[in-house]
Protein backbone atom coordinates (compact mmCIF):
# COMPACT_ATOMS: atom_id res chain seq x y z
CA UNK A 1 0.00 0.00 0.00
CA UNK A 2 1.34 3.29 -1.00
CA UNK A 3 0.96 5.96 1.94
CA UNK A 4 1.58 9.70 1.84
CA UNK A 5 2.66 11.32 5.05
CA UNK A 6 2.10 14.78 5.41
CA UNK A 7 3.40 17.66 7.90
CA UNK A 8 2.42 19.02 10.25
CA UNK A 9 -0.46 17.70 10.88
CA UNK A 10 -1.59 21.30 12.24
CA UNK A 11 -0.02 24.59 12.02
CA UNK A 12 -1.08 27.76 13.34
CA UNK A 13 0.65 30.88 12.49
CA UNK A 14 0.55 34.75 12.20
CA UNK A 15 -0.47 37.04 9.37
CA UNK A 16 2.45 37.60 7.41
CA UNK A 17 4.41 34.88 8.44
CA UNK A 18 6.20 32.39 5.97
CA UNK A 19 5.68 27.98 6.14
CA UNK A 20 6.44 24.98 4.35
CA UNK A 21 4.31 21.94 4.53
CA UNK A 22 5.90 18.53 3.22
CA UNK A 23 4.49 15.84 1.36
CA UNK A 24 6.37 12.55 1.77
CA UNK A 25 6.77 8.96 0.47
CA UNK A 26 9.09 5.88 0.73
CA UNK A 27 6.94 5.10 -3.29
CA UNK A 28 7.40 6.88 -6.32
CA UNK A 29 4.61 9.01 -8.00
CA UNK A 30 3.68 9.35 -11.80
CA UNK A 31 2.62 12.86 -10.48
CA UNK A 32 1.01 14.70 -7.86
CA UNK A 33 -1.40 17.18 -7.08
CA UNK A 34 -1.87 19.49 -3.71
CA UNK A 35 -5.82 20.36 -2.96
CA UNK A 36 -7.36 22.87 -0.54
CA UNK A 37 -10.58 22.22 1.52
CA UNK A 38 -12.71 24.58 3.35
CA UNK A 39 -14.96 23.51 6.15
CA UNK A 40 -18.23 21.74 4.44
CA UNK A 41 -16.65 21.57 1.25
CA UNK A 42 -15.25 19.06 -0.96
CA UNK A 43 -10.94 19.83 -2.01
CA UNK A 44 -10.30 22.30 -4.50
CA UNK A 45 -7.35 21.25 -6.75
CA UNK A 46 -4.23 23.88 -6.56
CA UNK A 47 -1.63 22.46 -8.41
CA UNK A 48 -0.32 19.42 -10.26
CA UNK A 49 3.03 18.45 -10.78
CA UNK A 50 4.57 15.93 -12.96
CA UNK A 51 8.33 15.97 -13.50
CA UNK A 52 11.00 15.34 -11.02
CA UNK A 53 12.60 18.76 -9.62
CA UNK A 54 9.23 20.90 -11.04
CA UNK A 55 8.33 24.00 -9.44
CA UNK A 56 5.09 25.97 -9.79
CA UNK A 57 4.27 28.76 -8.46
CA UNK A 58 0.38 30.35 -7.90
CA UNK A 59 0.75 33.76 -6.52
CA UNK A 60 2.17 33.06 -2.94
CA UNK A 61 2.60 29.73 -3.32
CA UNK A 62 5.34 27.72 -4.47
CA UNK A 63 5.16 23.56 -5.04
CA UNK A 64 7.93 21.59 -5.73
CA UNK A 65 8.13 18.17 -6.82
CA UNK A 66 11.36 15.95 -5.40
CA UNK A 67 13.65 14.86 -7.57
CA UNK A 68 12.63 11.53 -7.26
CA UNK A 69 9.37 11.91 -7.24
CA UNK A 70 8.48 10.67 -3.93
CA UNK A 71 8.24 13.65 -2.13
CA UNK A 72 6.53 17.30 -2.73
CA UNK A 73 6.32 20.46 -0.42
CA UNK A 74 4.38 23.59 -0.35
CA UNK A 75 5.41 26.77 0.30
CA UNK A 76 3.32 30.22 1.40
CA UNK A 77 5.04 33.16 1.54
CA UNK A 78 3.31 35.98 3.80
CA UNK A 79 -0.02 33.66 5.08
CA UNK A 80 -2.88 35.89 4.72
CA UNK A 81 -6.51 34.48 6.43
CA UNK A 82 -7.40 33.17 3.80
CA UNK A 83 -5.58 30.61 3.20
CA UNK A 84 -6.40 28.68 5.83
CA UNK A 85 -8.28 25.82 5.45
CA UNK A 86 -7.08 21.75 5.04
CA UNK A 87 -4.47 21.30 2.23
CA UNK A 88 -4.07 17.76 0.93
CA UNK A 89 -1.52 16.46 -1.70
CA UNK A 90 -2.49 13.27 -3.82
CA UNK A 91 0.07 11.13 -5.73
CA UNK A 92 -0.88 8.85 -8.83
CA UNK A 93 0.88 5.45 -8.87
CA UNK A 94 3.68 4.90 -11.51
CA UNK A 95 1.05 2.00 -12.40
CA UNK A 96 -1.65 4.02 -13.20
CA UNK A 97 -3.02 7.85 -13.21
CA UNK A 98 -6.77 6.54 -12.75
CA UNK A 99 -6.20 6.36 -8.73
CA UNK A 100 -4.74 8.96 -6.62
CA UNK A 101 -3.74 8.22 -3.02
CA UNK A 102 -4.46 11.17 -0.64
CA UNK A 103 -2.32 11.90 2.02
CA UNK A 104 -3.29 12.24 5.86
CA UNK A 105 -3.63 16.26 5.22
CA UNK A 106 -2.36 19.62 7.18
CA UNK A 107 -4.72 21.68 8.67
CA UNK A 108 -3.62 24.97 8.31
CA UNK A 109 -5.08 28.29 10.59
CA UNK A 110 -3.45 31.69 9.68
CA UNK A 111 -4.72 34.59 12.59
CA UNK A 112 -5.32 38.02 11.56
CA UNK B 1 -23.56 23.85 -14.92
CA UNK B 2 -23.81 21.42 -11.19
CA UNK B 3 -20.77 19.45 -11.55
CA UNK B 4 -20.63 16.60 -9.03
CA UNK B 5 -23.50 16.31 -6.46
CA UNK B 6 -24.16 13.94 -3.75
CA UNK B 7 -27.12 13.17 -1.71
CA UNK B 8 -28.36 12.84 0.56
CA UNK B 9 -25.96 15.78 2.43
CA UNK B 10 -26.22 14.17 6.36
CA UNK B 11 -27.95 10.65 7.48
CA UNK B 12 -28.01 8.53 10.69
CA UNK B 13 -28.36 5.46 10.80
CA UNK B 14 -28.85 2.59 13.72
CA UNK B 15 -26.38 -0.11 13.31
CA UNK B 16 -27.10 -2.86 10.83
CA UNK B 17 -29.17 -0.73 8.98
CA UNK B 18 -28.47 -0.37 4.85
CA UNK B 19 -28.82 2.88 2.97
CA UNK B 20 -27.58 4.22 -0.96
CA UNK B 21 -25.14 7.10 -1.18
CA UNK B 22 -25.92 8.86 -4.74
CA UNK B 23 -23.02 10.52 -6.99
CA UNK B 24 -24.23 12.42 -10.42
CA UNK B 25 -21.88 14.41 -12.37
CA UNK B 26 -22.77 16.19 -15.43
CA UNK B 27 -19.64 16.86 -17.08
CA UNK B 28 -19.24 13.40 -19.03
CA UNK B 29 -15.99 12.30 -16.81
CA UNK B 30 -15.08 8.47 -17.56
CA UNK B 31 -13.38 8.31 -13.97
CA UNK B 32 -15.46 8.23 -10.50
CA UNK B 33 -14.47 7.98 -7.08
CA UNK B 34 -16.06 7.40 -3.34
CA UNK B 35 -13.87 8.36 -0.62
CA UNK B 36 -14.09 8.32 3.16
CA UNK B 37 -12.71 11.04 5.10
CA UNK B 38 -12.22 10.47 8.91
CA UNK B 39 -9.86 12.94 11.26
CA UNK B 40 -6.13 12.92 10.52
CA UNK B 41 -6.72 10.22 8.17
CA UNK B 42 -6.80 12.02 4.41
CA UNK B 43 -9.11 10.79 2.25
CA UNK B 44 -9.35 7.14 1.95
CA UNK B 45 -10.23 5.24 -1.35
CA UNK B 46 -13.15 2.92 -1.11
CA UNK B 47 -14.27 2.37 -4.56
CA UNK B 48 -13.93 3.27 -8.02
CA UNK B 49 -14.95 3.20 -11.23
CA UNK B 50 -13.04 3.91 -14.76
CA UNK B 51 -16.28 3.71 -17.23
CA UNK B 52 -19.67 2.82 -17.05
CA UNK B 53 -20.64 -0.58 -16.06
CA UNK B 54 -16.96 -1.04 -14.39
CA UNK B 55 -15.82 -0.97 -10.98
CA UNK B 56 -13.20 -1.69 -8.93
CA UNK B 57 -11.86 -2.09 -4.70
CA UNK B 58 -9.81 0.51 -2.95
CA UNK B 59 -7.88 0.59 0.01
CA UNK B 60 -10.39 0.37 2.48
CA UNK B 61 -13.61 -1.34 0.38
CA UNK B 62 -15.04 -3.80 3.18
CA UNK B 63 -18.56 -3.55 3.71
CA UNK B 64 -19.27 -1.37 0.92
CA UNK B 65 -20.58 -2.30 -2.36
CA UNK B 66 -20.65 0.35 -5.83
CA UNK B 67 -22.74 0.70 -9.09
CA UNK B 68 -21.91 2.80 -12.16
CA UNK B 69 -24.77 1.33 -14.47
CA UNK B 70 -25.23 4.77 -16.04
CA UNK B 71 -22.31 7.21 -16.35
CA UNK B 72 -23.11 9.93 -15.21
CA UNK B 73 -23.72 8.17 -11.33
CA UNK B 74 -21.52 6.50 -8.78
CA UNK B 75 -23.94 4.99 -5.97
CA UNK B 76 -22.44 3.40 -2.91
CA UNK B 77 -24.41 1.11 -0.63
CA UNK B 78 -23.52 0.17 3.00
CA UNK B 79 -25.75 -3.34 3.57
CA UNK B 80 -25.08 -3.41 7.22
CA UNK B 81 -23.86 0.04 8.56
CA UNK B 82 -21.50 -0.46 11.24
CA UNK B 83 -20.41 2.17 14.06
CA UNK B 84 -17.05 2.35 12.23
CA UNK B 85 -18.55 3.46 9.14
CA UNK B 86 -19.28 7.02 10.90
CA UNK B 87 -17.55 9.40 8.52
CA UNK B 88 -18.02 12.42 5.66
CA UNK B 89 -17.99 10.58 2.44
CA UNK B 90 -16.61 12.01 -0.96
CA UNK B 91 -17.62 11.47 -4.26
CA UNK B 92 -15.29 13.08 -7.10
CA UNK B 93 -14.94 12.49 -11.17
CA UNK B 94 -12.57 13.34 -13.77
CA UNK B 95 -11.82 13.11 -17.20
CA UNK B 96 -8.75 11.12 -17.47
CA UNK B 97 -4.66 11.33 -16.97
CA UNK B 98 -3.71 13.54 -14.51
CA UNK B 99 -6.54 15.94 -14.71
CA UNK B 100 -7.95 16.93 -11.85
CA UNK B 101 -10.53 15.88 -9.39
CA UNK B 102 -13.91 17.38 -8.91
CA UNK B 103 -15.30 16.86 -5.84
CA UNK B 104 -18.81 17.09 -4.43
CA UNK B 105 -20.04 18.90 -1.66
CA UNK B 106 -20.02 15.65 1.05
CA UNK B 107 -22.01 13.46 3.04
CA UNK B 108 -21.81 13.30 6.67
CA UNK B 109 -22.77 10.09 7.96
CA UNK B 110 -23.45 8.57 11.67
CA UNK B 111 -24.05 5.31 12.66
CA UNK B 112 -25.55 4.96 16.11
Known amino acids: TQLLEQSPQFLSIQEGENLTVYCNSSSVFSSLQWYRQEPGEGPVLLVTVVTGGEVKKLKRLTFQFGDARKDSSLHITAAQPGDTGLYLC????????????FGTGTRLKVLA | NAGVTQTPKFRVLKTGQSMTLLCAQD?????MYWYRQDPGMGLRLIHY???????AKGEVPDGYNVSRLKKQNFLLGLESAAPSQTSVYFC???????????FGSGTQLSVL
Open chain 2, 49 to 55: SVGEGTT
Open chain 2, 92 to 102: ASKRNGNEKLF
Open chain 1, 90 to 101: AGAPTSGTYKYI
Open chain 2, 27 to 31: MNHEY
